[in-house]
C-alpha cells in the first residue's frame, strides 16, 4: 500500500505528491493555454493569494494548482519528502 505524500506549495496549501504528474513554468504559451481551459472546466485551483503565479503544477485528475513559489523549490520539497518517507519506512 502507497503511503500519502504531502507537499506544501506555499501559505499553507498542500497538495498529494502522489497525484502531481508535472510542476512547470507558467511562462510558455501551452501552459498558459492549459491554465485557460483547466479554468473553463472548473478545475484551476488558485493557491497564490493574489501574487503572481511561478509554478504551475497539473494532477492526473487534470486539475491545476498555481502557486507563488518556483518549480524548483517545490520540485525540491517533493524530493525531500519522498526521501524523507523513504528513510522513515526502512
Do not use: C, W
Not at 502507497?2 to 498529494?16: A, C, K, P, T
Not at 472548473?42 to 518556483?70: C, E, F, K, N, P
Amino acid at each position: 500500500m502507497e503511503s500519502i505524500q504531502l507537499i506544501n506549495i506555499g501559505f499553507g496549501n498542500i497538495v498529494s505528491a502522489n497525484r502531481v504528474i508535472a510542476i512547470v513554468s507558467p511562462e510558455s504559451a501551452p501552459i498558459k493555454r492549459i491554465i485557460t481551459d483547466a479554468r473553463e472546466r472548473g478545475q484551476l485551483i488558485d493557491a497564490t493569494y493574489g501574487r503572481r503565479t511561478r509554478a504551475v503544477i497539473i494532477t492526473d485528475s487534470s486539475h491545476v494548482v498555481l502557486s507563488a513559489i518556483q518549480p524548483e523549490t517545490v520540485a525540491h520539497r517533493f524530493v525531500v519528502n519522498k526521501e524523507a518517507t523513504t528513510v522513515n519506512s526502512n
